[in-house]
Each structure stands twice: as structure tokens, then as C-alpha cells.
């Protein structure tokens, strides 16, 4: 059972355009909800992560937006570049950073 | 820093082999884990620990098993190789800290191969 429901499976944009993913939960007790950035071959690295007592998020061009009654958050990459192309990863927990469930994953590719 | 470091990156087994893989850590970290990333199921939980000598079971346990002993080390051991482990295996650290909201950082990753 996919307690963290991601989509799409894959992304491809121009560069410029915003690419957004989405990420569904069920269990309402998650309080902590962080992007991970995976590039091939490597470990994924923490994007940006997001609290519920927050709506929306900003970190540079990367932006998660939250919303708490649809238990649903988004991904938005501003201004995206080919080096923005990469696996990226919603996920959320419990108290904590620790014991992230993960969704599937989405393989975004940034056309030049 | 080396921040967490795995061995090996890749190994091939065949069914019914044991192995262990390495993880450790030079951020004087409490919590560690390993977690398995197989195509269109993202990362899934297998073992995690609070602490040195202190572990507990994640989302898939099942086929492996964990140890820590330092602060610094957390193997994870595969004790009969199945072709339904055949995956790449992360292990995390991440410091408890005053936040319990700190970030998790991930190794290199070990893409291990069961045949």
C-alpha cells in the first residue's frame, strides 16, 4: 500500500517552462513533508521540505506548495534548466526526518 | 567530511550467498538507515536505528538484518540472497539534534545484483 501517491512517472519540459509534481497522502498524522533530488548514479540529496503549518514554501526557483485539507503537496521548478533534469522524489513522515515513506518518483527531463 | 560512505558500489550474488553491505558515517550522527529504491517504488524503509545498539524494522525488513554497534557504523546484512532483493541500497544518517526535523543525508548508494 502506497501511503505517498506521486505523479507523474516522467516530466518533459522546455527549458523556461515550470514542470510541477504532485504528491497525495492518506495518513494525516505525517507532519513532515521534504523533495529529494536524485541524479543518476547517485544518493538523493534533500531540495527543499515543508511543514503543515505552512501553505507554500520557497527556496530559490524551487517552490512546494501544500495544502492540508486535500492532503496534497506540489513541486514547482521555476525558470527550469537542463541541469534541473534529474529523479525527484516527494516523501513524508512522522515526527521528524526520520522514517521518510516515499513516493515512486518522477524522471524530469529539461529539453534545451 | 566524507558524510556517508557506502561499500561496495555494485556486487553480483548468486541465490543463497550471504554478504554484507558497509555504511558508515563521519557526522557523529544517532540516526541512521538503509532503504532499497527499486524502478516505479521509490525508497522503501528497511532497518533504522535511534542509536548505537539500538535498531528497529522498517517498511520491508524481511531477508535482512542490521547491527550498531558505533555511532559511526550501521551494516546491513543480507543472510540468503534472493533475486527479490536485486536492488540499490541506500544507507542515511541524519543528526536528532534539537530538531527532530533535521536533514537526511544520503551515501552513494550499492547496486546489488542477486542471480
Request: charged share 15%.
Amino acid at each position: 500500500q502506497q501511503q505517498v501517491k506521486q505523479s507523474p512517472q516522467s516530466l518533459i519540459v522546455q527549458k523556461g517552462g515550470i514542470p510541477i509534481i504532485n504528491c497525495a497522502y492518506e495518513n494525516t498524522a505525517f507532519d513532515y513533508f521534504p523533495w529529494y533530488q536524485q541524479f543518476p548514479g547517485k544518493g538523493p540529496a534533500l531540495l527543499i521540505a515543508i511543514r503543515p503549518d505552512v501553505s507554500e514554501k520557497k527556496e530559490g526557483r524551487f517552490t512546494i506548495s501544500f495544502n492540508k485539507s486535500a492532503k496534497q503537496f506540489s513541486l514547482h521548478i521555476m525558470d527550469s534548466q537542463p541541469g534541473d533534469s534529474a529523479t525527484y522524489f516527494c516523501a513524508a513522515s512522522i515526527q521528524g526526518a526520520q522514517k521518510l515513506v516515499f513516493g515512486q518518483g518522477t524522471r524530469l527531463t529539461i529539453n534545451p | 567530511n566524507a558524510g556517508v560512505t557506502q561499500t561496495p558500489k555494485f556486487q553480483v550474488l548468486k541465490t543463497g550467498q550471504s554478504m554484507t553491505l558497509q555504511c558508515a558515517q563521519d557526522m557523529n550522527h544517532e540516526y541512521m538507515s538503509w532503504y532499497r529504491q527499486d524502478p516505479g517504488m521509490g525508497l522503501r524503509l528497511i532497518h533504522y536505528s535511534v542509536g548505537a545498539g539500538i535498531t528497529d524494522q522498517g517498511e520491508v525488513p524481511n531477508g535482512y538484518n542490521v547491527s550498531r554497534s558505533t555511532t559511526e557504523d550501521f551494516p546491513l546484512r543480507l543472510l540468503s540472497a534472493a533475486p527479490s532483493q536485486t536492488s540499490v541500497y541506500f544507507c542515511a544518517s541524519s543528526s536528532s539534534g534539537t530538531s527532530a526535523y533535521n536533514e537526511q543525508f544520503f551515501g552513494p548508494g550499492t547496486r546489488l545484483t542477486v542471480l
